[in-house]
C-alpha cells in the first residue's frame, strides 16, 4: 500500500532508476543500501513512505540482478528451492514483524534511529 501512494505521488520515476542503478551496482560494490539511504533520506519522506521507497529500490535492485544469474550460475537444483522457498516464507513473516514495530515507533524516533543506523554503515564503509 505504501508503494501505491509512492506511485501516485510521482516518485516512481526516481525510484525505478535507483532500483535498476543499485542493481547494477551491488554486483560490483555489495553494500547497496548505504549508498542509496541519504537519497532516500533526503527526499524528506514520513517513514510509511520511506519504507515503501525502501522496498521499491530494492525489489527493482534484485530484478535487475536476475537476469545476470540465470547467465553466471548453473541451473537450480532442489537443494536451492528449498532454500528459495523458506526465503520466500521469512520474507512474509518479517514484513509481518516489521509491520508491527512500525505502527508502535513515532516519526521522530524513527528518523533519530534511521539516522544513526545510516551514520554506522557510513563509519563501516570508510573503516
Same mark, same amino acid.
Given at each position: 500500500?505504501?508503494?501505491?501512494? %509512492?506511485? #501516485?505521488?510521482?516518485?516512481? $520515476? ?6 535498476? %542503478? !543499485?542493481?547494477? +551496482? +551491488? ?6 543500501? &548505504? @549508498? @542509496?539511504? *541519504?537519497?532516500? /533520506?533526503?527526499?524528506?519522506? /514520513? $517513514? /510509511?513512505? =520511506?519504507?515503501? +521507497? ?6 527493482? &535492485? #534484485?530484478?535487475? $540482478?536476475? *537476469? ?5 550460475? $548453473? *541451473?537450480?537444483?532442489? &537443494?536451492?528451492?528449498? @532454500?528459495? !522457498? ?17 505502527? !508502535?515507533? #513515532?516519526? +521522530? %524516533? ?5 539516522? &544513526?543506523?545510516?551514520? @554506522? =554503515? ?6
Amino acid at each position: 500500500m505504501g508503494a501505491w501512494v %509512492l506511485i #501516485n505521488a510521482g516518485w516512481y $520515476k526516481l525510484l525505478l532508476t535507483l532500483g535498476v %542503478l !543499485s542493481g547494477f +551496482a +551491488a554486483l560490483t560494490v555489495g553494500a547497496v543500501g &548505504s @549508498v @542509496v539511504a *541519504p537519497f532516500i /533520506e533526503a527526499l524528506d519522506l /514520513e $517513514k /510509511e513512505r =520511506m519504507i515503501a +521507497a525502501f522496498g521499491i529500490i530494492f525489489f527493482f &535492485s #534484485n530484478l535487475a $540482478k536476475l *537476469p545476470l544469474f540465470f547467465l553466471v550460475t $548453473k *541451473p537450480i537444483d532442489l &537443494s536451492v528451492g528449498i @532454500v528459495i !522457498s523458506v526465503v520466500i516464507l521469512l520474507t512474509f513473516v518479517g514484513t509481518f514483524i516489521g509491520r508491527r514495530i512500525q505502527q !508502535s515507533v #513515532n516519526d +521522530a %524516533l524513527f528518523r533519530t534511529l534511521f539516522r &544513526s543506523v545510516l551514520g @554506522v =554503515m557510513a563509519l563501516k564503509l570508510l573503516i
